[in-house]
């Protein structure tokens, strides 16, 4: 079966440390996304990347890092930066031809303690 | 600066009425809308889209309508399911130069019930 797996559903970690969420598809998309979403709000976009080896801030990337080394594989870290990270981390991946019609992943959902 | 506004956070129907979920943008420059459509503890799905040179589109019991001149779409589901109950997000992108590269602008979400 096709599609996003995000690794882990949930996630803990101490205030000050970075932490890195997994994002893997076997969709065979070149486009890569990495979303943020909070109670009571809508999605909002941290980084994008159309091909490997590039990548574009979002709306809100400030204390958040990417790299995208390979086609399938788009990883997030949450650098002590980031000045609230708790929230719903979500990935998505979409096709060349139609940037806009997204798939996206389950979700992990960090706790920042 | 909320450039794309679902003002309903909720909206409640019976099953086998008609559902409309609205949404108003601020930003003449979108021109691509698209609604999602998420279950709890999962991504959102894709649902149905818009190009701003039409004013309806329809796929099955989902229909959307968008008034580019009041800057307002709206999602009409009927007949309205139970299965339907989710939270519902509409989206807006401009594809400059004919691509977007995917910077889609979310709403904040309208949770549908729809009560058997």
């Known amino acids: 079966d096709g599609g996003i797996t995000q690794s882990p559903k949930y996630l803990f970690r101490k205030e000050g440390q970075n932490v890195t969420l997994s994002c893997e598809q076997n969709l065979n998309h070149d486009a890569m996304y990495w979303y943020r979403q909070d109670p009571g709000q809508g999605l909002r976009l941290i980084y994008y990347s159309q091909i490997v080896n590039d990548f574009q801030k979002g709306d809100i990337a400030e204390g958040y890092s990417v790299s995208r080394e390979k086609k399938e594989s788009f990883p997030l870290t949450v650098t002590s930066a980031q000045k609230n990270p708790t929230a719903f981390y979500l990935c998505?991946?979409?096709?060349?031809?139609?940037?806009?019609?997204?798939?996206f992943g389950p979700g992990t959902r960090l706790t920042v303690l | 600066d909320q450039q794309v506004k679902q003002n309903s956070p909720s909206l409640s129907v019976q099953e086998g009425r008609i559902s409309i979920l609205n949404c108003d943008y601020t930003n003449s420059m979108f021109d691509y809308f698209l609604w999602y459509k998420k279950y709890p503890a999962e991504g959102p799905t894709f649902l149905i889209s818009i190009s701003s040179i039409k004013d309806k589109n329809e796929d099955g019991r989902f229909t959307v309508f968008l008034n580019k001149s009041a800057k307002h779409l709206s999602l009409h589901i009927v007949p309205s399911q139970p299965g339907d109950s989710a939270v519902y997000f509409c989206?807006?992108?401009?594809?400059?130069?004919?691509?977007?590269?995917?910077?889609?602008?979310f709403g904040q979400g309208t949770i549908l019930t729809v009560h058997p």
């Open positions: 989206a807006a992108s401009w594809n400059a130069g004919g691509t977007s590269y995917g910077k889609l602008t």
């Open positions: 998505a991946s979409s096709t060349g031809r139609d940037y806009n019609e997204q798939f």
